[in-house]
């Protein structure tokens, strides 16, 4: 509706336009925008405090002026202009590199320092020492962590306590049933049923290629 109400008044706003323009431009001097009732009454309290401020701002003051006069901006060093020029030269006779290799992935996305202060660890060292502190907590405990990597103990403390690993959850499926590795008792219990079927199958495996081998003889 506002689109159809705007295209119908258009050729009303648009009539006898260049006459109207002509008209405003050929004026000698511009239409004053009105002045508020607020404006009004700071002019009259200004007026009211200091009558001489029309003279007053027409004055050149001395004082100012001298004060702008002392005031000086002195730059060192070379210009701009010369040090992006020699910037500019060094790029052309720069050399390009030579190793054109692929940069490897690195597995946490940045490359891991070869060295590692006291008192710092990577990450590759805190997600192991958390998930050793979820599996078993009595055994990872805070204090012997903290000898291990060499880091405070109320460090290690504020970190196993703010921080925790991901726990995987492997949902149903018709050839197996769900699994869920955490909490840490849980998650250690599916790791000796991981490990003793694992142990199962290859006893298995060892008892039944024998078996294979002496019907194939016969």
């Given at each position: 509706m506002?689109?159809?109400?705007?295209?119908?008044?258009?050729?009303?706003?648009?009539?006898?336009i260049e006459n109207r323009a002509h008209r405003v431009i050929s004026k000698e001097k511009p239409t004053a925008a009105p002045?508020?009732?607020q404006n009004l009454e700071d002019l009259k309290r200004t007026l009211e405090s200091d009558p001489d401020i029309d003279a007053k701002l027409d004055r050149k003051d001395?004082?100012?002026?001298g004060r702008l006069r002392d005031v000086y901006v002195t730059s060192f060093g070379r210009p701009e202009d010369d040090i992006t020029r020699e910037k500019r030269d060094?790029?052309?006779?720069?050399?390009?590199p030579q190793d054109r290799k692929i940069v490897a992935d690195f597995d946490f996305g940045f490359k891991e320092p070869d060295k590692v202060k006291y008192g710092r660890t990577t990450l590759r060292h805190a997600i192991t020492f958390l998930s050793a502190h979820q599996i078993n907590s009595e055994e990872a405990t805070p204090a012997k962590i903290a000898f291990e990597y060499k880091l405070k103990e109320q460090d290690?403390?504020?970190?196993l306590k703010y921080f925790k690993t991901y726990e995987v959850y492997i949902p149903e499926t018709k050839s197996?049933?769900?699994?869920?590795?955490?909490?840490a008792a849980m998650r250690k219990q599916l790791y000796k049923i991981d490990t003793k079927e694992i142990g199962?199958?290859?006893?298995?495996?060892?008892?039944?290629?024998?078996?294979?081998?002496?019907k194939g003889a016969t």
């Amino acid at each position: 509706m506002g689109a159809l109400a705007t295209k119908a008044l258009r050729p009303l706003k648009s009539f006898n336009i260049e006459n109207r323009a002509h008209r405003v431009i050929s004026k000698e001097k511009p239409t004053a925008a009105p002045t508020y009732a607020q404006n009004l009454e700071d002019l009259k309290r200004t007026l009211e405090s200091d009558p001489d401020i029309d003279a007053k701002l027409d004055r050149k003051d001395e004082a100012l002026d001298g004060r702008l006069r002392d005031v000086y901006v002195t730059s060192f060093g070379r210009p701009e202009d010369d040090i992006t020029r020699e910037k500019r030269d060094q790029s052309k006779t720069r050399l390009l590199p030579q190793d054109r290799k692929i940069v490897a992935d690195f597995d946490f996305g940045f490359k891991e320092p070869d060295k590692v202060k006291y008192g710092r660890t990577t990450l590759r060292h805190a997600i192991t020492f958390l998930s050793a502190h979820q599996i078993n907590s009595e055994e990872a405990t805070p204090a012997k962590i903290a000898f291990e990597y060499k880091l405070k103990e109320q460090d290690v403390a504020n970190v196993l306590k703010y921080f925790k690993t991901y726990e995987v959850y492997i949902p149903e499926t018709k050839s197996s049933p769900a699994l869920f590795a955490g909490p840490a008792a849980m998650r250690k219990q599916l790791y000796k049923i991981d490990t003793k079927e694992i142990g199962d199958e290859k006893n298995k495996d060892s008892v039944s290629e024998p078996n294979r081998q002496v019907k194939g003889a016969t």
